[in-house]
């Protein structure tokens, strides 16, 4: 713990610091293949969607002698029912999914599973979904999705005054959304109502971290322009250094009691509610934590780069670095994105100070 505190305190003083930003290209190409793999996944498998999406005929039996989940398959088979999804609730209970029967069939199949797991017809509950609930069900979800990264996008920009901190946020956010999509698509957990719910906590958690990480970079480089020390790449790598270890004590907090609920979903409940929503809110709440230093921090500062002013003050920060006096440019005046490679381990981790060169305010264009 005290090692920890030690690095918290040199990662926020500048002494230590990892180049986080200036490798923003590496962690551009790591998180696009790991979206390009997800959106693989979901074409070739798709996720599995619960009975509240697909619509079907599902029925619970409690207090099972014997959880034989071969048993339930045929007892479907006999009522010219099509192949079930079968799960295990809990330590006595069972869980049969089907297309939708008749009444006839429903009936039959109630006492076909009531006399292969030795219970009274009476513990075997049978519920109907219809397919256009889902289809509505799925319609609002998505409806909540864009409502929400609206109000967001709306709400950051008022709060950072840039709209490339909004930006940043939601590439992130969409890239923690995609990834845990691929995850839920690559395991084969069914998507139900409590997974969209996960999903849609998550993008909350997200958020939080990343704004986080965002107010400690509008507070190192509100006044970059004015001086001639750092870059902007370079106080937005502080900034992000100095809430890392925050951001890695917040997300442990979160994840322990999460994957206790996933684990005892999985291994004691079986399917159910728990097991939906853990997995949606373990996946979410680790992929948040990375994008938002990774990702989120990254972006914002290319974004910010394609402002003329960042790219001139970065140019000529680095040229008075090496030596080369700023009016020394070229004549044709170029505007490009700097190369952080060159110099970034020079400020990368140093705080904010005096200059020590007198940089020309520039006016916005």
């Known amino acids: 713990m005290a090692s920890l505190s030690s690095m918290g305190n040199d990662l926020y003083t500048g ?12 962690w551009y190409v790591a998180a696009a293949v790991l979206v390009l793999i997800s959106v693989g996944v979901l074409l070739v498998r798709g ?25 339930a398959t045929d007892a479907v088979a006999d009522v010219g029912g099509e192949p079930p999804r079968v799960a295990v609730v809990g330590s006595s209970s069972l869980r049969v999914q089907t297309a939708e029967l008749s009444d006839e069939q429903t009936r039959e199949l109630s006492e076909g599973l009531a006399e292969a797991y030795d219970v009274p017809v009476d513990d075997v509950t049978a519920t109907f979904v219809g397919p256009t609930w ?43 959304v995609v990834l845990t999509v691929g995850i839920y698509a690559a395991i084969g957990f069914e998507v139900t109502p ?17 704004v ?50 996933l684990i005892i979903g999985v291994l004691l409940l079986g399917a159910g509610t728990l097991r939906d929503i853990a997995l949606a809110l373990f996946v979410g709440m680790l992929l ?31 040229l008075e670095r090496a030596g080369e006096h700023p009016e020394a440019r070229p004549a044709d005046g170029t505007d490009h994105e700097p190369d952080d490679e060159a110099g970034r381990s020079a400020g990368a981790g140093s705080a904010a100070g ?4 007198a940089v020309r305010r520039r006016k916005k264009r």
Do not use: C
């Open 47 to 71: 996720i599995n969607p619960g009975i509240d999406f697909r619509g079907g005929s599902q029925f619970t039996v409690s207090g099972a002698a014997t959880l034989d989940q071969s048993l």
């Open 194 to 210: 409590s997974s969209v719910i996960g999903f849609l906590t998550i993008l909350g958690y997200s958020l939080y971290d990343t």
């Open 15 to 26: 002494k230590r610091s990892f180049d986080i930003v200036g490798r923003r290209r590496t």
């Open 134 to 176: 889902g289809a509505d069900v799925t319609r609002q979800a998505l409806l909540s999705l864009g409502i929400f990264l609206t109000a967001v996008s709306v709400v950051m920009v008022l709060y950072f005054r840039a709209w490339t901190f909004a930006a940043g946020a939601i590439i992130a956010l969409l890239h923690d």
């Open 354 to 357: 005096s200059p020590t060169t």
């Open 288 to 318: 948040s934590t990375v994008s938002s230093v990774f990702i989120a921090a990254p972006a914002e500062v290319s974004l910010r780069m394609l402002d003329s002013d960042y790219r001139q003050h970065t140019d000529d920060v680095l």
């Open 212 to 261: 986080v990480v965002f107010d400690k970079v509008r507070e190192n480089t509100a006044d970059v322009l004015e001086q001639g020390r750092d870059t902007y790449a370079e106080r937005s790598n502080l900034a992000v250094n100095q809430t890392l270890v925050r951001s890695i004590n917040t997300s442990v907090t979160g994840l322990l009691p999460v994957g206790a609920i």
